[in-house]
């Protein structure tokens, strides 16, 4: 990683290596490069950034969720866009509220797609965030007892019984299809800052965390030129969502 930053750094002519740069060398090894030569046409990019605006405000006003880091709509490694949070401290162990809003963040993309487009436009590009979701869920029914049908067991894959695989099935779609309920009751109550941010997200490609909150008031942020402010990338324990 320090290799890569001294390389940026020499690119942009800095007489330093910067935080900025340590940050866009963490990006690029842990995402992949930046894609801006990607094909992409204007309608795709409107709609990744709908998909990244829709996790990143339910990153904002989600009870438990991580604090919204970053959100871009450049092309990264494999994604079109990615949102990333960072916990405020190091973080030990998960309450029940906190894995219910990494479901309802997970699926803010799906769901910002459907709101805007309709369900017969949802694409494919959820495909990633609909399975980290379905593991947290099932993390969540199996560990760590959270599932009033099943009660506070631990159930090891190998003793559990097909009906019993059944009854998992069960919650785990319940916890997900009721995270999409939550989200989209959200997404629907904030369609106007979602428009504001996924134009923004078109404009200025990436955002931090105070610059969406900035955008989604209708105030004034950097102009497109000037760089982001440089945020402390020193923390473990992020999430990143395609």
Known sequence: MVNQAAIQASR??????????????????????ERKT??????????TAYHEGGHALAALYTEGAMPLHKVTCVPRGHSLG????????DRTSQTYTEFLATID????????????YGKNSVTSGASSDIQKAT????????????SDKLGPVFMADEEVSPQVKGQVDE??????????????ALLTEKKDELDKLAHALVEYETLNGEEVKKVIKGERIRSVLEPMEEVDMSKDGGVRLD
Not at 13 to 33: C, P, Q, R, T, Y
Not at 82 to 89: C, D, R
Request: proline share 1%; glycine share 8%.
């Open 82 to 89: 990615m949102t990333t949070q960072l916990p405020e401290n």
């Open 38 to 47: 990607a094909a992409i046409s204007d309608k795709e990019k409107l709609m």
């Open 171 to 184: 919650e785990v779609r319940k916890l997900v299809n009721e995270g999409v309920f939550r989200v989209t």
């Open 12 to 33: 942009e002519g800095a007489s330093s290596v910067k935080l900025n740069h340590f940050e866009w060398a963490k990006d690029k090894i842990l995402m992949g490069a």
């Open 105 to 116: 963040v997970c699926m803010g993309g799906r769901v910002a797609e459907e709101l805007v």
């Open 135 to 146: 593991q947290v869920a099932r993390s969540m029914v199996k560990y760590y007892g959270y």
